[in-house]
């Protein structure tokens, strides 16, 4: 199960809106890219996905694979910078595992 913290649940809401996406049910999915990295995909849920809501909408959607290979992981937000919140992954603390 991958963990997602309240700030990062927060900006895949943003993210969302921004990309016009306005149904409920339609969340932004955890996918490998071409390149190795991760990337997020709009899309509707499967029955064995790992569904994360916020404010009565779907926003992150993590499939078996993904959910396998990103198993001791957290989604957070880090500010950078130039002052733009962008979306991390950390190792998930002890602590953190509990509150999940």
């Given at each position: 199960m991958v963990a997602v913290s309240?700030?990062?649940?927060?900006?895949?809401?943003?993210?969302?809106?921004?990309?016009?996406?306005?149904?409920?049910?339609?969340?932004?999915?955890?996918?490998?890219?071409?390149?190795?990295?991760?990337?997020?995909?709009?899309?509707?849920?499967?029955?064995?996905?790992?569904?994360?809501?916020?404010?009565?909408?779907?926003?992150?959607?993590?499939?078996?694979?993904?959910?396998?290979?990103?198993?001791?992981?957290?989604?957070?937000?880090?500010?950078?910078?130039?002052?733009?919140?962008?979306?991390?992954?950390?190792?998930?603390?002890?602590?953190?595992?509990e509150e999940t």
């Amino acid at each position: 199960m991958v963990a997602v913290s309240e700030r990062a649940k927060q900006k895949l809401l943003e993210q969302k809106q921004a990309a016009n996406i306005d149904e409920a049910e339609i969340g932004l999915r955890v996918a490998a890219a071409p390149t190795g990295q991760w990337m997020l995909v709009a899309d509707h849920a499967r029955d064995d996905d790992q569904v994360v809501e916020h404010k009565g909408t779907t926003v992150l959607l993590v499939d078996p694979v993904a959910q396998s290979a990103l198993d001791g992981v957290q989604v957070d937000c880090v500010e950078t910078a130039e002052g733009e919140v962008e979306l991390i992954l950390t190792a998930e603390t002890e602590e953190e595992e509990e509150e999940t």
